[in-house]
Antibody, heavy 121, light 111 residues
């Protein structure tokens, strides 16, 4: 059973960079033709897909966030990460990591529980 | 504002059926059969219920079913149970520029 767990600072100052890590257990992040995605949910709003990374390291991003987002892979630690630069209060949200969004799993079949990140000074 | 439109809330009594709609455009729901549905109990990881419009992952009860007509996808939950009370989200592929769009979520209340 694949499990995902997000980790990172819960508070980030405006204009700084938000950094989160997703640790995958129960399977190798580099096995199979899977994509690994980040998704967020601002309070009281719907879900928003942020971006994805393939096991090869290839990435794709939401056009509305593309200029500020970087998703990377660390296969040695079975982790993938999210960096979102120049954050504002609008980036305050619960951030989820998930398996899917392409390859063998177009759907998001495994999710982490999410981590709340607040942007505030 | 979310890309896909869902009703904010629906409700039903135990044993009844409810249907949650998810309306998109001809660029997402209407153009691809890659619609998925997720159940989310607050504080927990979202759970995949339906993918490819109508398919159920193993372990998901057949009380949950999906369909699509034109630009609108639907999730039907039959034989409502108390544990079905949760938020439900739809998602659709939207092409190789936008990739994935979600709905705003629907809160299901079991009366």
């Amino acid at each position: 059973q694949v499990q995902l767990q997000e980790s990172g600072p819960g508070l980030v100052k405006p204009s700084q960079t938000l950094s989160l890590i997703c640790t995958v257990s129960g399977g190798s992040i580099s096995s199979g033709s899977y994509y690994w995605s980040w998704i967020r949910q601002p309070a009281g709003k719907g879900l928003e897909w942020i971006g994805r990374i393939y096991t090869s390291g290839s990435t794709n991003y939401n056009p509305s966030l593309k200029s500020r987002v970087t998703v990377s892979l660390d296969t040695s630690r079975n982790q993938f990460s999210l960096k979102l630069s120049s954050v504002t209060a609008a980036d305050t949200a619960v951030y989820y990591c998930a398996r899917g969004g392409g390859g063998n799993s177009l759907e998001f079949d495994y999710w982490g529980q999410g981590t709340l990140v607040t942007v505030s000074s | 504002q979310s890309a896909l439109t869902q009703p904010r809330s629906v409700s039903g009594s135990p044993g009844q059926s409810v249907t949650i709609s998810c309306t998109g455009t001809s660029s997402d729901v209407g153009d691809y059969n890659f619609v998925s549905w997720y159940q989310h109990h607050p504080g927990k990881a979202p759970k995949l219920l339906i993918y490819d419009v109508i398919k159920r992952p193993s372990g998901v009860p057949d009380r949950f079913s999906g369909s699509k007509s034109g630009n609108t996808a639907s999730l039907t939950i039959s034989g409502l149970q108390a544990e079905d009370e949760a938020d439900y989200y739809c998602c659709s592929y939207a092409g190789s520029y936008t990739f994935w769009v979600f709905g705003g979520g629907t809160k299901l209340t079991v009366l």
